[in-house]
C-alpha cells in the first residue's frame, strides 16, 4: 500500500505545550509494521508525560508524539515482519514494552525489565514513553508488541487491551486464588478493571476504596464501596473480615498514603500489588511487614498477559463497555485532555480517532 508522506500526529514540543502537526510517516524496519491508528485512548501516565513529570526520561526530549493505549491496521510490512506472518489488513492492537529480545531480562520472558531498556540502538523501544507513540495517523511498531484481533472485536474496544493486560499482570501478581476477598486502593481506569479481572479470576468479595463518581461505577461492577473521605479504610476492612484483613490488596491509587494503607489491610501473609508509582516514596510500616511478613509486589506494566486479555475479552468473561465513556477526533486533543484530567461527565476511559471519528 502506497502512504502518504505526511500525516497529522500530537506533537509534544515542551512541557503542556502541545499541538498537531504535519509530520513524516514513518518508514517500518525490518522486523516493523506501519499501521494507520483507529483508537488511542488517554492513559493515566500520559498527563503525567505532557505534563513534565519524567524530566529526560519520559520522553527523552522534545519534540515528541506520546500514546501508547491504541489499535489499528496492518498498511505495511518490512521484509521479516512479512515473513514472520503479518500482513497488510491485520487487525491489531499493541502494548508500550519492546524488549531487546537478546539480554538475560528478555531471554526470562521479563522484557518489561530489559537490561537495555532507554537504548534504542540495542534495540529496546517503549512506544509513547521515550519512543513515538499512537497519537497520529500512522504508527510504526514491533510486531514484538502487536497482536492480532478477531474480526468479531472493534477497533475501538481492542484498544484498551494494554490497561487490561496490566491490569490482569496486576491481579495475577498478588496471587489471589478463586474465593479469596480482595481489596482495590483507587478507583480510576486502572482499579476498575482490576475489579473486573479480579471478578473473571472468581475473587469472592471485591472491595474497592475510593470515592465520587468512579466510586459509584465500582459498585456497578461488582464491588463492596469503601470511601476513603467517610472513615478509616483498614478499619472498614477489618470489620468485614473479623479483623482479619484480606489476603490480596491492590494497589492502583499511586500515593504514598495509599500504599501505606495496604500494608495495614493485608491479612497476615498476605500480599500488597502495587502498580501506582507515588511522587513521593512512602514510610512504609517494616515492623508490619517483617512480623506479619507482608509482601510487597511492584509491577511493571504486562509481559506476557496481552492474549490472555483478548481472550477474556473474546469469551465476554470481561466487559470493557461500562468504561468505555467518551469519544473525540485527534485534533479535539486538548478538549479530550481536560474531560479526562477533570473526570468530566463522568469520564473513564476517553478516546481520541486519530483518522477521525466513524
Known amino acids: 500500500m502506497t502512504l502518504p508522506k505526511e500525516m497529522d500526529?500530537?506533537?509534544?514540543?515542551?512541557?503542556?505545550?502541545?499541538?498537531?502537526?504535519?509530520?513524516?510517516?514513518?518508514v517500518p524496519d525490518t522486523?516493523?509494521?506501519?499501521?494507520?491508528?483507529?483508537?488511542?485512548?488517554?492513559?493515566?501516565?500520559?498527563?503525567?508525560?505532557?505534563?513534565?513529570d519524567f524530566p529526560g526520561f519520559w520522553p527523552k526530549g522534545f519534540p515528541f508524539v506520546p500514546g501508547h493505549e491504541w489499535s489499528g491496521t496492518v498498511v505495511q510490512t518490512g521484509k521479516r515482519a512479512g515473513q514472520l506472518g503479518w500482513k497488510e489488513g491485520d487487525r491489531v492492537c499493541a502494548i508500550s514494552h519492546c524488549g531487546c529480545g537478546y539480554c538475560e531480562k528478555c531471554?526470562?520472558?521479563?522484557?518489561?525489565?530489559?537490561?537495555?531498556?532507554?537504548?534504542?540502538?540495542?534495540?529496546?523501544?517503549?512506544?509513547?514513553?521515550?519512543?513515538p507513540g499512537a497519537y497520529a495517523q500512522y504508527m510504526r511498531t514491533s510486531v514484538k508488541s502487536i497482536y492480532k484481533i478477531p474480526d468479531s472485536m472493534s477497533l475501538e474496544y481492542a484498544a484498551c487491551v494494554d490497561p487490561l493486560s496490566i491490569a490482569l499482570y496486576t491481579v495475577k501478581r498478588s496471587r489471589m486464588q478463586p474465593g479469596d476477598d480482595i481489596l482495590v486502593l483507587g478507583t480510576g481506569p486502572q482499579g476498575l478493571m482490576a475489579i473486573l479481572v479480579a471478578k473473571a479470576l472468581?475473587?469472592?468479595?471485591?472491595?474497592?476504596?475510593?470515592?465520587?463518581?468512579?466510586?459509584?461505577?465500582?459498585?456497578?461492577?461488582?464491588?463492596?464501596p469503601i470511601n476513603y473521605r467517610e472513615g478509616d479504610v483498614v478499619e472498614k476492612v477489618k470489620e468485614f473480615t473479623n479483623g482479619l484483613g484480606v489476603p490480596a490488596v491492590l494497589?492502583?491509587?499511586?500515593?504514598?498514603?495509599?500504599?501505606?494503607?495496604?500494608?495495614?489491610?493485608a491479612s497476615k501473609g498476605g500480599v500488597v500489588s502495587v502498580i501506582g508509582i507515588p511522587h513521593a516514596d512512602p514510610a512504609l510500616p517494616l515492623k508490619r511487614i517483617?512480623?506479619?511478613?507482608?509482601?510487597?509486589?511492584?509491577?511493571?506494566?504486562?509481559?506476557?498477559?496481552?492474549?490472555?486479555a483478548i481472550d477474556l475479552l473474546v469469551n465476554g468473561r470481561v466487559d470493557l463497555s461500562p468504561l468505555l465513556t467518551h469519544r473525540f477526533?485527534?485534533?479535539?486533543?486538548?478538549?479530550?485532555?481536560?474531560?479526562?484530567?477533570?473526570?468530566?461527565?463522568?469520564?473513564?476511559?476517553?478516546?481520541?480517532?486519530?483518522?477521525?471519528?466513524?
Open 290 to 308: 517483617v512480623l506479619d511478613e507482608v509482601e510487597i509486589i511492584g509491577n511493571r506494566a504486562n509481559p506476557n498477559t496481552a492474549q490472555a
Open 31 to 52: 522486523d516493523e509494521v506501519i499501521c494507520k491508528v483507529d483508537t488511542t485512548y488517554i492513559c493515566g501516565t500520559d498527563p503525567h508525560i505532557i505534563s513534565g
Open 107 to 131: 531471554l526470562k520472558g521479563r522484557y518489561n525489565l530489559c537490561l537495555n531498556y532507554g537504548h534504542e540502538e540495542r534495540g529496546h523501544r517503549q512506544y509513547g514513553h521515550y519512543t
Open 329 to 358: 477526533d485527534l485534533k479535539d486533543f486538548d478538549k479530550a485532555l481536560d474531560v479526562f484530567e477533570k473526570r468530566k461527565e463522568g469520564a473513564v476511559k476517553v478516546a481520541t480517532k486519530p483518522n477521525g471519528l466513524n
Open 9 to 26: 500526529a500530537l506533537v509534544l514540543k515542551g512541557i503542556r505545550d502541545f499541538e498537531i502537526m504535519s509530520v513524516p510517516v514513518p
Open 202 to 224: 472468581g475473587a469472592a468479595r471485591i472491595f474497592a476504596a475510593g470515592s465520587g463518581e468512579r466510586l459509584e461505577k465500582a459498585t456497578s461492577l461488582g464491588a463492596i
Open 251 to 265: 494497589e492502583c491509587a499511586g500515593t504514598a498514603e495509599s500504599i501505606r494503607l495496604a500494608c495495614f489491610a
